[in-house]
């Protein structure tokens, strides 16, 4: 779909040119993202209760600090895990990378496809490697700085945080 549509000549004369840009692949990243995503925030954001904000404001607190105050507590573990299912599925995706990416982009995906395509297992297993290395240690250091950065109270909510 972002082939026939990005790429028509209607949208060239309108001045939208993001064929083959890396703002095209940013798009079709986050729509790849955005499906699983929702059912992994479904269940989060139907037991966050509406009067969370009403109360906030009835304190007189403006609509993003009840927010920040009252919502993001919360929300933001699941929030933190929502973005990291985002990156991990995303991060080796072939198939969008292959028709979408820019020419003379090669992304961890296209490039462990190469080596495979060449016949160089091992360059291809290295890369493999690598990717699993970057994605754990995203995932590692996106938990430690939840647990370093959030305030206390953050950590204790969701039942996993134990100070």
Known sequence: GFIFVFNLP???HLGINLY?????LGMA??????????R?????????????MEAGRLHGA??????????????ARPLLWAWLLAFTATFGELPTSQMLAPTGVRTMAT????????????????LSVVQ???VLGVIG??????????PAGWRQLGGAGRG
Do not use: E, K
Request: charged content about 5%.
């Open 29 to 38: 990243y986050l729509a790849i993202a955005l499906p699983s995503n929702s």
């Open 62 to 75: 403006p609509p993003i600090s009840a927010f920040r105050r009252c919502v993001l507590p919360l929300f």
């Open 111 to 126: 490039a462990i496809l190469s080596s495979f395509q060449n016949a160089n297992l091992a360059a291809a297993t290295a």
């Open 141 to 150: 250091v996106a938990q430690l700085a939840f647990r370093l950065l959030a």
């Open 132 to 134: 699993m290395v970057v």
């Open 40 to 52: 992994v925030l479904l269940g989060p954001v139907s037991q966050l209760d509406g009067s969370l």
């Open 20 to 24: 083959g840009t890396m703002t095209l």
């Open 10 to 12: 209607v949208l060239s």
